[in-house]
């Protein structure tokens, strides 16, 4: 039986996540600047240290000191005394850096199918028509075994679909040319945001998520999301990806002693901020039954209000930091997230949410029953790793330590649609060039017997007619090329 991983301490009680309810998934809330950072990091730590991998997200480079072991941190020393931590030690986390730019880790990529077209169509905001378009040409991919895998080949797919909309409709419906001009919109804007290097292979093995080191700790993956955080709609889907990526590959595990994998949401309101409803199921499905899968899925947020009522009842374990109530909507969210708690008649919920102090929370865990246990106001206990960032030779050394350190950082183009397209394009081009070279004259039996300058009928005929077939051909491979070529490259 895992070992409980000791959280928070008051002068009377310690709070214990007990790791066989850790995959009943949780929640961290608070205000900006109260602690929840050091929170998710102490968290992260007990799971690594029972030999649970993990994954969080990195938003403001805080996390990356993991990596290194603490020390020299006065306000920690005082909460180390204070909390009476006698078996305290400072100790690095085995981690692992990841980044979709693949600067500051090792490349994450995906593939467009892998992504899917639901997915695609949040992250293109597209409405409801545009997301059938889309859904029209995986299945036109699907059925003549082309690969999407980035995004030229998705705008080559486009580009054909577009071409050849009459004789898709009956099977797939309608191509409108306005909708597919909205999807290669949007690709060019993700492409602008950098998201070209989201797709393309190799693609992320979610195996090497999962990885433990040679004494049995769990890695910390760690993804750089200080750049990509500016583009906000890409950083909520490519952790939803991820996300659904576990549910749908990992197989049933049943009630186990500890998760295989603990997955951490920060900012999880982007998650959720004008998400379609078909979305929002999805969310919700994936979140309720992942959990037999063996992940446990931490949402981290400013407000308990950004997280749907159907998604927040799920999360068993709670840690609740400062709330302060300036506004109507901020008075609703104090309420709120004291009416979610179990009763304590030592605590005074609502008023108690305003006044903790910085490391400072209301938590609530899972028994080993499942129930609840009444909320306690605690003190955080201080992670055994760096709190703040990491030097640049830090986080290289770090890479360079990896188990997958050289493998993603070479990518691959192998024949997919664009290829495929492009190739067609080409063949056409050759046959066209062979049309134009051909004979008409000698077809229609004249030529040579015409006198020098001057052209009978029937030449002049002959040679219009070629010309007229030679230019449809022509503006046709032109637009199938042109289409190839505007796909941009990977």
């Not at 898709?168 to 999807?183: F, H, K, R, T």
């Not at 999301?225 to 590959?249: G, M, Q």
């Amino acid at each position: 039986m895992a070992e409980p991983i000791l959280i928070a301490k008051n002068k009377d009680i310690s709070s214990y996540i007990l790791p066989k309810m850790a995959n009943r998934h949780g929640l961290i809330a608070g205000a900006t600047g109260t602690g929840k950072t050091v929170t998710l990091q102490t968290l992260a730590e007990g799971f690594s240290n029972l030999g649970v991998p993990v994954f969080m997200a990195d938003v403001k480079g805080d996390l990356a000191g993991m990596s290194q072991a603490g020390g020299g941190n006065a306000k920690v020393e005082a909460r180390i005394q204070e909390l009476a931590l006698t078996e305290f030690s400072y100790k690095k986390c085995p981690v692992t850096f990841w980044d979709v730019f693949g600067i500051k880790g090792h490349p994450v990529r995906t593939t467009i199918a892998e992504m899917g077209p639901l997915l695609l169509a949040r992250l293109l905001n597209l409405n409801e028509v545009q997301g059938g378009v889309l859904n029209s040409v995986f299945k036109i991919a699907d059925d003549k075994g082309w690969l999407l895998l980035d995004l030229k080949d998705l705008r080559a797919m486009m580009q054909h679909a577009a071409e050849h909309a009459a004789e898709y409709q009956a099977s797939y419906g309608n191509i409108s040319a306005a909708s597919v001009g909205a999807v290669q919109r949007g690709l060019l804007e993700l492409e602008t945001q950098g998201a070209d290097q989201l797709f393309g292979e190799p693609a992320l093995n979610l195996d090497d998520l999962m990885q433990t080191d040679a004494q049995g700790r769990g890695v910390v993956n760690i993804l750089a999301s200080d750049t990509l955080f500016n583009s906000p709609r890409i950083y909520a889907t490519l952790l939803l990806w991820l996300l659904s990526e576990l549910f749908e590959k990992l197989p049933e595990a049943g009630d186990l002693d500890k998760p295989k994998l603990v997955f951490f949401f920060d900012e999880a309101h982007l998650l959720f901020n004008d998400a379609p409803e078909a979305l929002l199921q999805k969310i919700e499905q994936v979140v309720r039954l992942i959990r037999s899968k063996g992940v446990g899925v931490y949402f981290v947020s400013q407000n308990p209000l950004d997280i749907p009522d159907v998604v927040l009842g799920q999360l068993g374990n709670r840690v609740q930091h400062a709330l302060r109530a300036f506004t109507p909507r901020d008075q609703k969210a104090v309420k709120s997230a004291a009416d979610t708690f179990r009763s304590n008649p030592k605590v005074d919920v609502a008023i108690a949410i305003a006044e903790l102090g910085v490391g400072e929370a209301l938590v609530s865990f899972l028994d080993e029953k499942g129930i609840p246990t009444p909320v306690e106001r605690t003190f955080i206990c201080p992670p055994s790793s760096r709190i703040g960032p990491v030097t640049d030779s830090e986080r290289s050394d770090t890479v360079k330590a990896s188990n997958v350190f050289g493998f993603y950082e070479k990518t691959v183009d192998r024949e997919s649609a664009y290829e495929i397209l492009k190739s067609r394009a080409e063949q056409t081009a050759t046959e066209a060039k062979a049309d134009e070279g051909f004979d008409w004259g000698g077809m229609f039996g004249v030529g040579k017997q015409a006198p020098r300058g001057r052209e009978s009928v029937l030449e002049a005929a002959a040679k219009s007619a070629a010309r007229a077939i030679g230019s449809q051909l022509g503006r046709q491979i032109i637009r199938g090329v042109l289409g190839s070529i505007l796909g941009g490259r990977k």
